[in-house]
């Protein structure tokens, strides 16, 4: 059974630009939430999607978004980047309410 | 409020046991998992346990949950080189979805 896949792995963006990542959960899992992690705040919660729709939302600006596809196949946005938009972006697949396995993340660089 | 706190740091010595401990807030979560996370990877779910559990057991770990307290620990017998890494606690938030709240992480030092 193939793992949670995230793509692209490493990514380098200016200030001012728009990033698109992608996560493609374990087969037959709907839900799909994001994190971001940085050594000064830690793991913070994005959001999560079950079935197409946003079910919880972090605190976090708008710029950041996020959708989730009938595939459940699930992408997140972040527009207008700012340096502390560096990090290490994590997305957790779930099939009910117990295991939550993560993929290997993409490591997000704002110059 | 939802909250996890985890000590930062531990050293241990290898074939020693490493006991890494962690409390909560939210006395209604439901599932409180620990993550393992080697440099540059993701997380590594270890292994969780159901609030209604007193402790659960999986080869080398052991999961020990005080649930009127709110104190969760993570035994490693045998702690090996490769066990070497940041261990993360987290909670179930309260909304009872998807949401994982997080400890700062431990991270685990094996001396040889």
């Known amino acids: 059974k193939a793992g949670v896949t995230q793509t692209p792995r490493y990514l380098i963006k200016t200030r001012g630009q728009q990033v698109t990542l992608s996560c493609s959960p374990i087969s037959g899992h709907r839900s799909v939430s994001w994190y971001q992690q940085t050594p000064g705040q830690g793991l913070q919660f994005l959001f999560e999607y079950f079935s197409e729709t946003q079910r919880n939302k972090g605190n976090f600006p708008g710029r950041f978004s996020g959708r989730q596809f009938s595939n459940s196949r699930s992408e997140m946005n972040v527009s207008t980047l700012e340096l502390g938009d560096s990090a290490l972006y994590l997305c957790?697949?779930?099939?009910?309410?117990?295991?939550?396995?993560f993929g290997q993340g993409t490591r997000l660089t704002v110059v | 409020g939802e909250d996890v706190e985890q000590s930062l740091f531990l050293s241990v010595r290898e074939g020693d046991s490493s006991v890494i401990n962690c409390t909560y807030t939210?006395?209604?979560?439901?599932?409180l998992y620990w993550y393992k996370q080697e440099p540059g990877a993701g997380l590594q779910l270890l292994t969780y346990?159901?609030?209604?559990?007193d402790m659960k057991q999986d080869q080398r770990l052991t999961v020990l949950l005080n649930k009127k307290d709110k104190h969760l620990s993570l035994r490693i017998a045998d702690t090996q080189t490769g066990d070497s890494a940041i261990y993360f606690c987290?909670?179930?938030?309260?909304?009872?979805?998807?949401?994982?709240?997080f400890g700062q992480g431990t991270t685990l030092q094996v001396k040889p």
């Open positions: 939210d006395s209604s979560s439901t599932y």
């Open positions: 346990i159901f609030s209604n559990m």
């Open positions: 987290a909670e179930v938030g309260s909304s009872n979805t998807g949401k994982l709240i």
């Open positions: 957790a697949s779930r099939g009910g309410f117990d295991e939550a396995f």
